[in-house]
């Protein structure tokens, strides 16, 4: 359906998009993209997000970010830049709001403990969770398994941080294998996986580092993980926080945060911006083929703000994400997901009915996938009750 829409030349086009693995009529009301981005806030992995992890677990407190309202987050930012590039906000929505589906119950801790018990079965890898979710897992549609979305789309939540192979073919990985999931998918649906992906995944991706380290910055505070004084070291945040502090000396505490907060955001974002057209002045590219044959990302920060980045994710990891707290917690949530995956993978009878017909028996290849599935796809609090069920001989099945 034709768009009104002004496109940069570099964009994705949603008229002249690659298409669905499986044919479908247009909508007469919604663009391509558009239909994608619906699809995946209609689907079940979008919903459980409200639930699950992003750095604390939900019963920590009603106000820190879930994976549901970092995903909003991301996907604001998103739209946002792709306004001002001349880039399909929809695309990029649609990939922010998919980009965490396939993550497990207590964030990386339960994905560290999901790819360790999934070490002799090919691992496990969220991005390619992702893909298996929007491919496979979903279970809505009469005429096809997972959502049917656009080659677009699919390329982005597989590239989501680069290319998964050089331009040999060789897996770029450290272990140098590609994720089971993404090679299983692309034996039949060729994703291209030699080439970084267009602009607005790009967009999307580093929508998510803005919106995770400015966030993460927020609700360190909020715990009481670091100080205002100590955050005030970092390079990056340092002159905001003079600046905030100079024009409003009294503020309360909370407002100072926000303030604090608002104005990182917004640095990362124009430095992105400048930094982009920088990039795209040089290169001119003159399609979203263009940008994909580069060889070399078009979306990026200054060297400045790069550098700048790795220092606040720098003290984020130091004294936040490696605090006694925390540790404490994801010490807790690795021994429920090991416990839970090794029980069900010996025991694959204990699994629901729906998830035990896919099984083919203890300690297979194919039962180690299904547990995986199931697991990776339940919330914190599904995880800790399921974990009571199966080990507390006091609990109700």
Not at 46 to 57: A, D, G, S
């Amino acid at each position: 359906m034709a768009v009104s829409h002004a496109y940069a030349p570099f964009a994705c086009h949603p008229d002249v998009s690659r298409g669905r693995r499986f044919a479908e009529s247009d909508s007469g009301t919604r663009s391509v993209f558009q239909r994608d981005r619906d699809r995946i806030v209609h689907s079940t992995a979008f919903r459980r997000l409200k639930h699950k992890t992003q750095v604390f677990v939900y019963h920590e407190g009603d106000h820190y970010r879930t994976r549901l309202t970092h995903s909003l987050e991301v996907a604001q930012i998103a739209r946002s830049i792709c306004r001002v590039l001349g880039l399909d906000e929809d695309l990029a929505e649609a990939l922010a709001l998919a980009h965490d589906l396939g993550h497990t119950p207590f964030g990386h801790a339960g994905e560290e403990a999901l790819n360790q018990a999934m070490t002799s079965f090919g691992g496990f890898d969220h991005n390619a969770q992702t893909l298996r979710i929007v491919t496979k897992l979903e279970h809505r549609y009469a005429a096809f398994d997972g959502l049917n979305l656009c080659w677009e789309t699919l390329e982005g939540v597989v590239k989501h941080n680069g290319p998964l192979l050089d331009p040999t073919g060789t897996c770029t990985s450290q272990n140098g294998r590609l994720p089971a999931a993404v090679a299983e998918y692309t034996e039949h649906h060729d994703l291209e996986l030699h080439t970084y992906p267009a602009a607005e995944a790009q967009v999307a991706a580093l929508s998510d580092d803005v919106a995770y380290n400015s966030h993460d910055v927020e609700d360190g505070l909020r715990a009481g993980l670091f100080s205002l004084s100590e955050l005030g070291e970092v390079p990056l945040v340092a002159p905001m926080l003079a600046e905030v502090t100079a024009a409003y000396p009294n503020l309360e505490h909370g407002r100072l945060v926000h303030e604090l907060v608002r104005r990182l955001i917004n640095a990362m974002v124009s430095d992105l911006l400048a930094e982009t057209r920088r990039r795209l002045a040089a290169e001119e590219p003159r399609s979203a083929e263009a940008v994909r044959a580069l060889g070399r990302p078009v979306v990026g920060f200054s060297d400045a703000m790069a550098e700048a980045d790795e220092s606040l994710k720098s003290f984020l990891f130091d004294n936040m994400y490696s605090h006694y707290k925390l540790n404490r917690a994801h010490s807790k949530a690795r021994r429920v997901v090991g416990d839970l995956f090794r029980l069900l993978l010996a025991e694959p009878e204990c699994l629901p009915t729906e998830w035990r017909q896919r099984a083919d028996g203890p300690e297979t290849h194919a039962t180690a996938r299904v547990v995986a599935d199931f697991i990776a796809g339940m919330t914190d609090r599904f995880a800790l009750a399921e974990h009571r069920r199966l080990f507390d001989m006091d609990s109700h099945t």
